[in-house]
Nanobody, 123 residues
Framework: QVQLVESGGGLVQAGGSLRLSCAASGSIFSINAMGWYRQAPGKQRELVAT???????NYRDSVKGRFTISRDNAKNTVYLQMNSLKPEDTAVYYC?????????????????WGQGTQVTVSS
């Protein structure tokens, strides 16, 4: 019914920038909170940043001042602008969203994940 498709990952040198995008598609009624998580090899998945439908944001301490999360509600898309990248930012980045969609005559709410996009920062 709903899918999230990410793009924008890649290889960048330390100090560089990348912009991740995540577009939701399907029979969407509304999208509540959206966020980005990351998972480095051998580590647990961790929260990077979240944004509510009203635009309130939250960041993990290690990315504050370097990363910016934003969303375009008309396009059902969330972005993560990453500046001043560090080698420790290397991970697979996953998009997450709480989405309410149409299912027949009903509205169904679920939690959805993108497929992940690799971000590699070289020193």
């Amino acid at each position: 019914q709903v899918q999230l498709v990410e793009s924008g990952g890649g290889l960048v040198q330390a100090g560089g920038s990348l912009r991740l995008s995540c577009a939701a598609s399907g029979s969407i009624f509304s999208i509540n909170a959206m966020g980005w998580y990351r998972q480095a090899p051998g580590k647990q998945r961790e929260l990077v940043a979240t944004i509510t439908s009203g635009g309130s944001t939250n960041y993990r301490d290690s990315v504050k001042g370097r990363f910016t999360i934003s969303r375009d509600n008309a396009k059902n898309t969330v972005y993560l602008q990453m500046n001043s990248l560090k080698p420790e930012d290397t991970a697979v980045y996953y998009c997450n969203a709480e989405i309410t969609y149409y299912s027949g005559i009903y509205h169904v709410t679920g939690d959805y994940w993108g497929q992940g996009t690799q971000v590699t920062v070289s020193s």
